[in-house]
C-alpha cells in the first residue's frame, strides 16, 4: 500500500512533442505529490509538486494533472526540448517520501 | 543556495570492509536522508534522521547503520560490505514543516 507505480520505464520524443508520465498510487493517506528531475551525473531536484485538494498544477512548460478519485496523477511537458531529457521521478508522502520506479526522457533534435 | 555534498563521488570497496559514507549540509536542516538508487527500483529510503544523534529506520535498512554527532553531517555505514551493496546511493536534507528535500550529486559505490 506505500508503493508508488511509475510508467513508463523510459521514453523517447522529438522536440516539441509532450512526454506524459504516470504514476498510481494506493495509500489514500498521501498528502503532498512532488516530480524530482534528475540529469546525468547529479542528484534529484524538486521540479514541480501539487497536493491533493488541487487537481492541475502548471508551472512553465510542466504540468502536474491530479486525479484524486483514480489514485492517480501524471506529469506534462509542453513544447519539449532536448534539455528536458533527463530522468524523471514521482513521489508521494506520507511522514516520508516514496519514490516511483523513474521514467528516463530522451527528446531528440 | 541549499547544499548537499557527498564526500566522494565513486568509492571501490571489497567484501567485509567497513565502508563510510559522508555527507554535509550547509542550510542548518533538522531532518535528513539516506537513499540507494538502483535502475528500475527507483529511490529506496535506508535511514533517515530528524535531529542530532536521532536516527529511524527507511524501508531497507538491513546491513546499514547511520551516524548524527552534528546537525550537518549525516553519515551512513556499511559495517560488512557486501556485492548487493554495489548501488548509487543519495544523501537529501530538509528544513522543517512542508519544504522540499534537497539532494547531493551521489555516491557510485562498488563492492568487489
Known amino acids: 500500500q506505500q508503493q508508488v507505480k511509475q510508467s513508463p520505464q523510459s521514453l523517447i520524443v522529438q522536440k516539441g512533442g509532450i512526454p506524459i508520465i504516470n504514476c498510481a498510487y494506493e495509500n489514500t493517506a498521501f498528502d503532498y505529490f512532488p516530480w524530482y528531475q534528475q540529469f546525468p551525473g547529479k542528484g534529484p531536484a524538486l521540479l514541480i509538486a501539487?497536493?491533493?485538494?488541487?487537481s492541475e498544477k502548471k508551472e512553465g512548460r510542466f504540468t502536474i494533472s491530479f486525479n484524486k478519485s483514480a489514485k492517480q496523477f501524471s506529469l506534462h511537458i509542453m513544447d519539449s526540448q532536448p534539455g528536458d531529457s533527463a530522468t524523471y521521478f514521482c513521489?508521494?508522502?506520507?511522514?516520508?517520501?516514496?519514490f516511483g520506479q523513474g521514467t528516463t526522457l530522451q527528446v531528440k533534435p | 543556495d541549499v547544499k548537499v555534498t557527498q564526500s566522494s563521488r565513486y568509492l571501490v570497496k571489497r567484501t567485509g570492509e567497513k565502508v563510510f559514507l559522508e555527507c554535509v549540509q550547509d542550510?542548518?536542516?533538522?531532518?535528513m536522508f539516506w537513499y540507494r538508487q538502483d535502475p528500475g527500483l527507483g529511490l529506496r529510503l535506508i535511514y533517515f534522521s530528524y535531529d542530532v544523534k536521532m536516527k529511524e529506520k527507511g524501508d531497507i535498512p538491513e546491513g546499514y547503520s547511520v551516524s548524527r554527532e552534528k546537525k550537518e553531517r549525516f553519515s551512513l555505514i556499511l559495517e560488512s560490505a557486501s556485492t548487493n551493496q554495489t548501488s548509487m546511493y543519495l544523501c537529501?536534507?530538509?528544513?522543517?514543516?512542508?519544504?522540499?528535500?534537497?539532494f547531493g550529486d551521489g555516491t557510485r559505490l562498488s563492492i568487489l
Open positions: 537529501a536534507s530538509q528544513g522543517s514543516g512542508n519544504q522540499p528535500q534537497h
Open positions: 513521489a508521494a508522502r506520507t511522514g516520508k517520501l516514496i
Open positions: 501539487i497536493r491533493p485538494d488541487v
Open positions: 542550510m542548518d536542516h533538522e531532518n
